[in-house]
């Protein structure tokens, strides 16, 4: 498999695992709530992302700076998420997904 056909293959992956969390999302927040739901998908990336920062020795960095990666998190991830969690309450995840894909667009204007 040449270099191309191996990235193509990664971002077919991670696209495909982040449009099926819209679907997921669409299923789920009726059932546990926007609020919970986007508190358990947040927690559970913490608790995959911190031993990473601790594997690589940046620990002490993270320690040092958790107010403004918390005040970033809650604002730019979870405050988002949840609002888009709200939103599929009624939404179909297809238009979700697309209005979470404008983000970019929003940001630059």
């Known amino acids: 498999m ?16 982040w449009g099926g969390s819209f679907l997921f999302m669409r299923v789920a927040a009726p059932v546990f709530g926007p609020l ?3 508190a358990l998908r947040v927690g559970l990336a913490a608790c995959l ?3 990473l920062l601790w594997r690589r020795g940046l620990w002490p960095l993270w320690r040092d700076n958790w107010r403004p990666v918390a005040a970033v998190g809650v604002f730019l991830t979870a405050f988002p998420f949840s609002l888009i969690a709200w939103a599929q309450l009624s939404l179909p995840a297809g238009m979700a997904s697309v209005l979470n894909a404008t983000t970019p667009l929003m940001t630059a204007l």
């Open 2 to 17: 040449d270099r191309l056909s191996g990235e193509l293959a990664w971002l077919t992956l991670l696209a495909a695992l």
């Open 49 to 51: 992302l911190l031993p």
């Open 36 to 38: 919970p739901l986007i």
